[in-house]
């Protein structure tokens, strides 16, 4: 099974930007979807965003879209989660997630991702 390692969470003022990265090894992006979830404090967990390198669909929840981006580069096994204009709402650990099965639709990634490969957590906060 693959490993994940996630990497970038720090404090932030809001309106600030931050580039978390999900480094993999053992497996390669081309047959799986990757993306993000977080969770804060007394929260339930939430999907932030994926990406299917296979056929480059990208999603992303309402709450993030038009200031989060998901890229990857593959030499690099690499996922990355630009989050620009952030907010105190933003505040949570943000883990990545590989689920097996290219080209998922949002809502399966969603659901399946419980049985994939996670990285451990890396904390972000920002403060108003």
């Known amino acids: 099974e693959g490993q994940l390692v996630v990497s970038g969470g720090r404090w932030v003022q809001a309106g600030g930007s931050l580039r978390l990265s999900c480094a993999a090894s053992?497996?390669?992006?081309?047959?799986?979807?990757i993306g993000w979830f977080r969770q804060a404090p007394g929260t339930q967990r939430e999907g932030v965003s994926c990406?299917?390198?296979?056929?480059?669909?990208?999603y992303y929840a309402d709450s993030v879209k038009g200031r989060f981006t998901i890229s990857s580069n593959n030499a690099k096994n690499t996922v990355y989660l630009q989050m620009n204009s952030l907010k105190p709402e933003d505040t949570a650990v943000y883990y990545c997630?590989?689920?097996?099965?290219?080209?998922?639709?949002?809502?399966?990634?969603?659901?399946?991702?419980?049985?994939?490969?996670w990285g451990q957590g890396t904390q972000v906060t920002v403060s108003s």
């Open positions: 997630a590989a689920v097996s099965i290219p080209d998922m639709e949002w809502s399966d990634y969603l659901r399946r991702a419980d049985f994939g490969s």
């Open positions: 053992g497996f390669t992006f081309d047959v799986y979807t």
């Open positions: 990406f299917s390198s296979s056929d480059g669909s990208i």
